[in-house]
T-cell receptor
Framework: SQTIHQWPATLVQPVGSPLSLECTVEGTSNPNLYWYRQAAGRGLQLLFYSVGIGQISSEVPQNLSASRPQDRQFILSSKKLLLSDSGFYLC????????????FGPGTRLTVL | GENVEQHPSTLSVQEGDSAVIKCTYSDSASNYFPWYKQELGKRPQLIIDIRSNVGEKKDQRIAVTLNKTAKHFSLHITETQPEDSAVYFCAPSSSGTYKYIFGTGTRLKVLA
């Protein structure tokens, strides 16, 4: 069966510090991968998605970036965090053949102070 | 791009009553209509979905109905229980899409 991992689970970082969040998927090949951000009490904002290694599409201009160095690995980064980067970051995967359902990771709660 | 709206944004019901949440979308090419449930501090999880060749689908206390002509679909929960309290999201999409637009969410509170 497929599983998706994210780490760390929680993170507290000072403004201006760098960020690296990692997501890995097991049990499937060539998944579509996604990064979402959810502010407290709000909806899911799509940040990036990737349909293959090295292929990244950005949805929202910001100080974040994403990379996909391996088929089942997706990384979210920032060189300098802002207060507004605080939120719940969710990684997700889907395979079109499975009918568009998205499977979410457990999330990383980021607090920028 | 796709415009997705959910109503209501919050909903409080007494335990045992029914709850209905509506999702309206703009893309006429949409043919996959899921509902996700997100409990506090947890990840969203699919609870039910429907495709455009079906008008209604039911799974125990949960059902989804689709009106493609009017471009909306609804989540129905009957005999609500406290554990149904959560935020519910819709995310209509079309075959072959890589991009998913989620609705703004509906916070359901079931009062014991």
């Amino acid at each position: 069966s497929q599983t998706i991992h994210q780490w760390p689970a929680t993170l507290v970082q000072p403004v201006g510090s760098p960020l690296s969040l990692e997501c890995t998927v097991e049990g499937t090949s060539n998944p579509n991968l996604y990064w979402y951000r959810q502010a407290a009490g709000r909806g899911l904002q799509l940040l990036f998605y990737s349909v293959g290694i090295g292929q990244i599409s950005s949805e929202v201009p910001q100080n974040l970036s994403a990379s996909r160095p391996q088929d089942r690995q997706f990384i979210l980064s920032s060189k300098k965090l802002l207060l507004s980067d605080s939120g719940f970051y969710l990684c997700a995967w889907s395979v079109l053949a499975s009918g568009n359902e998205q499977f979410f990771g457990p999330g990383t709660r980021l607090t920028v102070l | 791009g796709e415009n997705v709206e959910q109503h209501p944004s919050t909903l409080s019901v007494q335990e045992g009553d029914s709850a209905v949440i509506k999702c309206t979308y703009s893309d006429s090419a949409s043919n996959y209509f899921p509902w996700y449930k997100q409990e506090l501090g947890k990840r969203p999880q699919l609870i039910i979905d429907i495709r455009s060749n079906v008008g209604e689908k039911k799974d125990q206390r949960i059902a989804v109905t689709l009106n493609k002509t009017a471009k909306h679909f609804s989540l129905h929960i009957t005999e609500t229980q406290p554990e149904d309290s959560a935020v519910y999201f819709c995310a209509p999409s079309s075959s072959g899409t890589y991009k998913y637009i989620f609705g703004t969410g509906t916070r359901l509170k079931v009062l014991a």
